[in-house]
């Protein structure tokens, strides 16, 4: 990065992601309740693009099934709140490590190919996901889905009354989830991860086990997915099929590609832009499918690195 | 017994329609090697321009070949305005394509709305032919055969004339092609219309075999992934192969495991991958 400009953006950028988690903190007892609950969603879906960067943004693999693995977190949770009454957290331990398994089981296949049999895969991977959520009925419901999963009691309610609950769990889970992606990408694991993006070859020349690291991404990038549909299904309430259509899977891709790939941040921001444009521009039209058709076409051709990267001077 | 040859037959008709839309698509990827997502909007309008075209003109025929040269015509106005502003950047593609696809699904919406529609077709396609106890219905007759005469035509132009040598060319090695003077541009933007047209066909086809109706074009997509990761990137053999296998992995899959039928996209897929990552016909 060239030092001085790069520094001075990279400072800034850190001075307003603190400022952004502060008023995150503190505003929402002011705020309309139904300006929270779009906030809500906007942290679930950030959670899920930020994992998605891990893949795309940082190793290079551009990863199309994301939605695969927020669908197992997002069923595995409806399953357990509503048929057996779990807990908070066991729902949600048990939805990350479902998550990650099945990333497992999915990178054993996808990282037999790379480029765009990588992305086909992974998307083939993610419609069938939504093929298992909308025709195994018995366990699914199908196209009903799974309605009335109940709010999680917290016990939180001292803190910011009962309305709000959700959200600062949301909140603390997101923050948590972004100091971990952070700590990560800084780790000698994310740098290598970084080579591996820039050069596969170079990296195993250097002794580095590049098909594991993948790997390893992949299952990682899955488990935060997991815990973001988790979330997604105490949020919603309901949990079906639409909820992991193909047009959702892209949609972390895209906000990843808008926010900025490779940045971490650009993403989170990317997942806020979209689900906010998404309820503001629904207010005054039916075609909101249109305005997304646009975003992807404006972003594919004028702004393929995304917000920050109009602000980063381009490197090498 | 009976069970078997319905159900054979059932899945060799369906292999028919995957073959349409799975074989544009591993065209494309030969040629330009990009995920199109919007392979299955071609279908989409392709069945919808051909159902409005039945209504009035009341010749299948006809609507077929309108319906599938409109969508090429507009494939190839994609392919020179979009897609070549953004060559060689996987993801910017693949972006684009979703766009696409999102216009146009919503356009169909905006113009049809919501309701499924049936193409009836010419009388005969409700008819069946009995052999035997066993009958098979000429719209699956029609079904296969139009798949495997296309399929003759198809390979007839890619090995025995000198565009097809051309797109072989371009698929093994695009720069060294260019630099022999072939206008692989104009070549790609050919492969993409001759694409969009195939899947114009099997909408057609396929608003007369299952309806059209929103959505079918992201149900329809995956299938022709499938055939083209099984297959091989731009092999129309491969692509013939893999839409059989899938067809009746698929039929018998609804017929003996209705709840995880969809599942039985992923095992084929599984197992090349397993064995052979380019693909059965694939060259890596």
């Given at each position: 990065m060239t030092a001085p400009a790069g520094r001075r953006v990279r400072a800034v950028l850190v001075l307003a992601g603190g400022v952004a988690l502060v008023l995150l903190a503190v505003l929402p007892p002011s705020l309309p309740t139904y300006v929270v609950i779009v906030l809500t969603e906007c942290l679930i879906y950030a959670v899920a693009a930020g994992s998605l960067d891990l893949l795309i943004?940082?190793?290079?693999l551009a990863s199309l099934g994301h939605a695969a693995f927020f669908t197992v977190g997002a069923y595995t949770t409806a399953l357990l709140a509503t048929r057996?009454?779990?807990s908070f957290g066991t729902a949600l331990g048990a939805s990350v490590l479902l998550a990650a398994a099945a990333s497992a089981a999915v990178g054993l296949l996808a990282l037999r190919a790379s480029g765009i049999y990588f992305m086909m895969i992974t998307l083939s991977v993610a419609m069938c996901a939504w093929g298992l959520a909308y025709r195994w009925v018995s366990l699914t419901?199908?196209?009903?889905?799974?309605?009335?999963?109940p709010r999680p009691r917290?016990?939180?309610?001292?803190?910011?009354?009962e309305g709000l609950e959700f959200y600062y769990a949301t909140l603390a889970l997101f923050a948590g989830c972004l100091v971990l992606l952070l700590l990560l990408v800084a780790s000698p694991f994310g740098r290598t991860l970084v080579g591996i993006r820039d050069s596969e070859s170079r990296m195993r020349v250097l002794g580095f086990n590049v098909w594991l690291h993948k790997y390893l991404a992949l299952v990682i990038a899955g488990a935060f997915a997991g815990l973001a549909g988790s979330l997604y299904a105490y949020y919603n309430g309901f949990v079906g099929p639409n909820a992991v259509d193909l047009a959702h899977s892209m949609q972390f891709v895209l906000m990843v590609i808008v926010g900025?790939?490779?940045?971490?941040v650009g993403p989170l921001l990317g997942a806020f832009m979209i689900t906010v444009l998404e309820k503001a521009v629904s207010v005054f039209t039916e075609r909101w499918v249109m305005v997304l058709a646009a975003v992807y076409v404006v972003t594919a051709l004028?702004?393929?690195?995304g917000l920050l990267g109009l602000l980063r001077p381009v490197r090498r | 017994m009976q069970f078997w040859i319905t159900q054979a037959f059932n899945g060799i008709s369906y292999a028919a329609l995957l073959f349409l839309v799975g074989g544009g698509l591993t065209l494309i990827f030969g040629v330009?090697?990009?995920?199109?997502?919007a392979h299955g909007s071609f279908y989409l309008l392709g069945g919808y321009l051909g159902v409005a075209l039945f209504a009035r003109t009341g010749s299948f025929y006809l609507a077929l070949a309108a319906a599938a040269v409109a969508v090429a015509l507009a494939g190839m106005l994609v392919e020179r305005v979009f897609l070549r502003a953004v060559e060689g950047d996987d993801l910017r593609q693949m972006l684009l394509t979703m766009g696409i696809a999102l216009f146009v699904q919503d356009l169909c919406l905006l113009v049809w709305g919501g309701d499924p529609f049936n193409l009836?077709?010419?009388?005969?396609?409700?008819w069946s032919v009995k052999v035997g106890g066993l009958s098979f219905p000429v719209l699956r007759l029609f079904m296969i055969g139009a798949a495997a005469l296309l399929f003759v035509v198809l390979w007839w132009f890619q090995e025995r004339t000198r565009a097809g040598a051309m797109v072989r060319a371009a698929v093994d090695n695009a720069e060294m092609t260019e630099a022999l003077g072939v206008n692989v541009p104009l070549l790609r933007m050919g492969v993409f219309g001759l694409g969009a047209l195939l899947a114009a066909f099997g909408g057609v086809v396929g608003s007369a075999f299952m309806g059209i109706y929103p959505g079918v074009d992201f149900e329809i997509l995956p299938y022709a992934f499938v055939v083209v990761i099984v297959g091989g990137m731009g092999s129309l053999t491969g692509a013939l192969v893999a839409a059989v296998l899938l067809g009746l992995a698929d039929n018998f899959g609804k017929a003996?495991?209705?709840?995880?039928?969809?599942f039985t996209l992923f095992a084929p897929m599984g197992i090349v991958l397993a064995l052979r990552p380019s693909g059965l016909f694939g060259r890596s």
């Amino acid at each position: 990065m060239t030092a001085p400009a790069g520094r001075r953006v990279r400072a800034v950028l850190v001075l307003a992601g603190g400022v952004a988690l502060v008023l995150l903190a503190v505003l929402p007892p002011s705020l309309p309740t139904y300006v929270v609950i779009v906030l809500t969603e906007c942290l679930i879906y950030a959670v899920a693009a930020g994992s998605l960067d891990l893949l795309i943004g940082y190793t290079g693999l551009a990863s199309l099934g994301h939605a695969a693995f927020f669908t197992v977190g997002a069923y595995t949770t409806a399953l357990l709140a509503t048929r057996s009454g779990a807990s908070f957290g066991t729902a949600l331990g048990a939805s990350v490590l479902l998550a990650a398994a099945a990333s497992a089981a999915v990178g054993l296949l996808a990282l037999r190919a790379s480029g765009i049999y990588f992305m086909m895969i992974t998307l083939s991977v993610a419609m069938c996901a939504w093929g298992l959520a909308y025709r195994w009925v018995s366990l699914t419901g199908g196209d009903t889905g799974i309605v009335g999963i109940p709010r999680p009691r917290l016990g939180l309610g001292w803190l910011a009354g009962e309305g709000l609950e959700f959200y600062y769990a949301t909140l603390a889970l997101f923050a948590g989830c972004l100091v971990l992606l952070l700590l990560l990408v800084a780790s000698p694991f994310g740098r290598t991860l970084v080579g591996i993006r820039d050069s596969e070859s170079r990296m195993r020349v250097l002794g580095f086990n590049v098909w594991l690291h993948k790997y390893l991404a992949l299952v990682i990038a899955g488990a935060f997915a997991g815990l973001a549909g988790s979330l997604y299904a105490y949020y919603n309430g309901f949990v079906g099929p639409n909820a992991v259509d193909l047009a959702h899977s892209m949609q972390f891709v895209l906000m990843v590609i808008v926010g900025g790939p490779g940045t971490l941040v650009g993403p989170l921001l990317g997942a806020f832009m979209i689900t906010v444009l998404e309820k503001a521009v629904s207010v005054f039209t039916e075609r909101w499918v249109m305005v997304l058709a646009a975003v992807y076409v404006v972003t594919a051709l004028w702004a393929p690195r995304g917000l920050l990267g109009l602000l980063r001077p381009v490197r090498r | 017994m009976q069970f078997w040859i319905t159900q054979a037959f059932n899945g060799i008709s369906y292999a028919a329609l995957l073959f349409l839309v799975g074989g544009g698509l591993t065209l494309i990827f030969g040629v330009m090697k990009i995920v199109n997502i919007a392979h299955g909007s071609f279908y989409l309008l392709g069945g919808y321009l051909g159902v409005a075209l039945f209504a009035r003109t009341g010749s299948f025929y006809l609507a077929l070949a309108a319906a599938a040269v409109a969508v090429a015509l507009a494939g190839m106005l994609v392919e020179r305005v979009f897609l070549r502003a953004v060559e060689g950047d996987d993801l910017r593609q693949m972006l684009l394509t979703m766009g696409i696809a999102l216009f146009v699904q919503d356009l169909c919406l905006l113009v049809w709305g919501g309701d499924p529609f049936n193409l009836r077709g010419p009388v005969y396609f409700g008819w069946s032919v009995k052999v035997g106890g066993l009958s098979f219905p000429v719209l699956r007759l029609f079904m296969i055969g139009a798949a495997a005469l296309l399929f003759v035509v198809l390979w007839w132009f890619q090995e025995r004339t000198r565009a097809g040598a051309m797109v072989r060319a371009a698929v093994d090695n695009a720069e060294m092609t260019e630099a022999l003077g072939v206008n692989v541009p104009l070549l790609r933007m050919g492969v993409f219309g001759l694409g969009a047209l195939l899947a114009a066909f099997g909408g057609v086809v396929g608003s007369a075999f299952m309806g059209i109706y929103p959505g079918v074009d992201f149900e329809i997509l995956p299938y022709a992934f499938v055939v083209v990761i099984v297959g091989g990137m731009g092999s129309l053999t491969g692509a013939l192969v893999a839409a059989v296998l899938l067809g009746l992995a698929d039929n018998f899959g609804k017929a003996l495991f209705p709840e995880i039928s969809y599942f039985t996209l992923f095992a084929p897929m599984g197992i090349v991958l397993a064995l052979r990552p380019s693909g059965l016909f694939g060259r890596s």
